[in-house]
């Protein structure tokens, strides 16, 4: 069996990661705000990915009951933004930055060495979501832009420090995508209905989380070793 840790769990594209890595035959550690169903083979930390040992903690746990660790899927995030970069303030900044770059970093930082550490290193794998921000400059949303460009390049740096290890890390960047972060957008723009953002995306229509959870699961797969260091857009032919 598969052991994953998902952080994010408990809504959005990180709880259909979850459902879909269940599906797929994996145990899960998710981490969140919130509380998120459990099973057998789906465990659930509650705790803020800004704090390591939370996150530590949750890969003990998986150690623990399954005895591995073999994908890491970084999908905490929250968005902010609506005014130009010269309006923003620090605090919003640096939330963006601590929660958006730095949970993936502390999940990098304590997920990795697991699987360095376990049974099979050349089937594990690091999965960052980034965003169609993490390539696009998004209007008023410059902090929310840069993160998610710091994102790639964590992903690519990591990728860089894994040569020759079999431990992969993949960036995959959605669209606009039917969660409660593309509701908090439309909240930042004045939008009512989300599904105008469709027209950036030539499918045409907001995506699903299941697209995109689908998109994750076989980055997180063996056969997805020929991802590495790369940035997969899942963005439904995303254009600005």
Request: charged share 15%.
């Amino acid at each position: 069996m598969r052991v994953a840790l998902v952080t994010g769990a408990a809504g959005g594209i990180g709880s259909a990661t979850v459902a879909r890595l269940s599906e797929q035959g994996y145990a899960v550690v998710g981490v969140d705000l919130e509380e998120a169903p459990e099973t057998d083979t789906v465990a659930h930390v509650v705790g803020d990915v800004r704090d390591r040992y939370v996150l530590k903690g949750a890969v003990d746990f998986a150690l623990a009951r399954w005895g591995r660790l073999d994908a890491a899927v970084a999908a905490a995030a929250v968005i902010a933004g609506g005014q130009p970069l010269w309006e923003t303030t620090d605090e919003e900044l640096q939330t963006l930055w601590d929660v958006d770059v730095r949970g993936v970093w502390n999940t990098a930082a304590v997920a990795v060495p697991a699987m360095l550490a376990g049974p099979d290193p050349r089937g594990c794998r690091f999965v960052a979501v980034a965003s169609a921000a993490g390539t696009y400059g998004l209007f008023n949303l410059a902090g929310y832009t840069t993160v998610k460009h710091a994102v790639v390049g964590l992903v690519k740096g990591l990728a860089a420090d894994l040569v020759a290890t079999g431990v992969t890390a993949v960036a995959v960047s959605p669209g606009s995508t039917n969660t409660p972060m593309l509701d908090a957008t439309a909240d930042l723009y004045g939008v009512s209905d989300p599904v105008i953002f469709s027209h950036n995306q030539l499918l045409r229509r907001v995506l699903d989380p299941d697209e995109i959870a689908a998109t994750i699961a076989f980055c997180c797969s063996v056969d997805g070793a020929a991802l590495n260091g790369s940035v997969v857009h899942a963005d439904g032919g995303f254009r600005p």
